[in-house]
């Protein structure tokens, strides 16, 4: 089973400050990767697909790259709104997510 | 609009079984498969299983922790998918979730989105 181990496990920031989370594949994954995010009593919501390509209706403001078995989720600059948990996610070889990283207002 | 709409969560006893039902609509059901996710209280997400389309036999994979006790199927005329839940255990206590997906004899090859609102299915004596 491949295992996707997030970083850091919560992440504490301003709005308007750029946030960076991590996501790293216990082995190759190639560019099925994806991330989510979910706020409290929602469903998860694609925000990411391919490591890096955007859902449809997914702001600007997120972006998603690749270095190898690393991935990472970019918001350039916080909303209010973005408050939430994130998930990564692959489907490369089975169906696995991370264990979440949570990104709450400073 | 595609939209997911569950159904049929609730306090179950252990041991006992329970039905959820996956209502669909805004796309060609049975173009595609169906997906149950489920997420315990406070914790991350976990695969329970899929059915594949009619197109490809309709077929169904499992999680290991659910495989033997769990059954997907699907009604394309009504445009419903079911996730049969037997001999529950209290660690089966989660939010249910149902998502569409494209699904070959491979494998899954597209992604999950979107995802219903869930069900709560709680298992307790």
């Known amino acids: 089973e491949i295992v996707l181990t997030q970083s850091p496990a919560t992440l504490s920031l301003s709005p308007g400050e750029r946030a960076t989370l991590s996501c790293r594949a216990s082995q190759s994954v190639s560019n099925y990767l994806a991330w989510y995010q979910q706020k409290p009593g929602q469903a998860p919501r694609l925000l990411i697909y391919?490591?890096?390509s955007r859902a449809t209706g997914i702001p600007a403001r997120f972006s998603g790259s690749r270095s190898g078995t690393d991935f990472t989720l970019t918001i350039s600059s916080l909303e209010p709104e973005d408050f939430a948990v994130y998930y990564c996610?692959?489907?490369?070889?089975?169906?696995?997510f991370g264990q979440g990283t949570r990104l709450e207002i400073k | 609009e595609v939209q997911l709409v569950e159904s049929g969560g609730g306090l179950v006893q252990p041991g006992r079984s329970l039905r959820l039902s996956c209502t669909a609509s805004g796309f060609i059901f049975g173009d595609y498969g169906l997906t149950w996710f489920r997420q315990p209280p406070g914790k991350g997400l976990e695969w329970v299983g899929f059915?594949?389309?009619?197109?490809?036999?309709?077929?169904?994979n499992y999680a290991a922790s659910v495989k033997g006790r769990f059954t997907i199927s699907r009604d394309d005329s009504i445009n419903i998918a079911y996730l049969q839940m037997d001999s529950l255990k209290t660690e089966d206590t989660a939010v249910y979730y149902c998502?569409?997906?494209?699904?070959?004899?491979?494998?899954?090859?597209?992604?999950?989105?979107?995802w219903g609102q869930g069900t709560l299915v709680t298992v307790s004596s």
């Open positions: 996610h692959q489907r490369s070889n089975g169906i696995t």
């Open positions: 391919d490591a890096s």
């Open positions: 059915i594949r389309s009619k197109v490809y036999g309709g077929t169904t």
């Open positions: 998502t569409r997906v494209r699904i070959t004899l491979f494998g899954v090859v597209s992604w999950f989105d979107p």
